[in-house]
């Protein structure tokens, strides 16, 4: 048995250091030439990550709902016409599901309106026969409708090219709705059917502001 008041015996050269892990007893030393090896260093090459970085891999937060005014406003009346003309109406190549049931959406409701607008039209021509006066308010009326059913249509195409200012533009048709129903449903006492087109002029609003469909506007924007 050995003395534990006895001195460790000294290193002999050529000896083994104690292997990692494994606790040195008190007052060994090093053989001669031995040297710790160095601590990690990063490589030259290596720059920390920037503030907020997510690792590929890890959840991080999803960007949602933001209002930012359009940029790209029309600077001309060609701005306005659709890209081609409208032999591409019915194309919805490459848009999200959200997107592509929003513009179905604005361009039935639309070309419904101008069919509707154009039944008006020759109703109040018949109209000018038995009641001149009324024909004349009912003759602008359809006008005016005449002319929203199509700006909605172009306005739905031009969202379609990922146009900040169209999907703006819409927005404020679905507004126009809102006023619309009201007037009616005061009028015909609560029953006007214009409620039913606000709905769904405001479901197609909802579908063109979430961020998937913002995302892709933006995608358009930048690649063009």
């Known amino acids: 048995m050995s003395n534990p008041n006895e001195a460790p015996q000294p290193q002999q050269p050529g000896a083994q250091p104690p292997q990692p892990g494994n606790v040195p007893p008190a007052g060994y030393q090093p053989p001669q030439g031995y040297q710790a090896p160095p601590s990690y260093q990063a490589p030259p090459s290596y720059q920390q990550p920037a503030p907020g970085y997510q690792q590929q891999g890890q959840p991080g937060h999803g960007e949602g709902f933001r209002f930012e005014m359009p940029t790209d406003g029309p600077k ?4 306005v016409l659709p890209r081609g003309g409208f032999s591409g109406m019915f194309k919805v190549a490459g848009m999200p599901t959200e997107l592509k049931v929003s513009y179905w959406i604005w361009l039935i409701g639309g070309l419904l309106a101008l069919l509707g607008g154009l039944l008006g039209l020759f109703g109040s021509i018949v109209l000018f026969t038995l009641a001149p006066g009324i024909a004349v308010v009912v003759l602008l009326l359809v006008l005016i409708a ?12 031009k969202m379609k090219e990922g146009k900040e200012w169209a999907r703006l533009a819409l927005t404020v048709v679905a507004g126009i709705s ?3 129903s009201i007037v009616g449903g005061a009028m015909a006492n609560g029953q006007s059917n214009n409620w039913f087109s606000f709905v769904i002029s405001l479901i197609a609003t909802v579908l063109m502001w979430l961020p998937n469909s913002q995302a892709w506007s933006k995608s358009v924007k930048g690649a063009v």
């Open 178 to 180: 809102l006023i619309l």
């Open 76 to 79: 001309n009346f060609n701005d």
């Open 146 to 157: 005449l002319v929203v059913a199509a700006a909605q249509i172009v306005f739905a195409m």
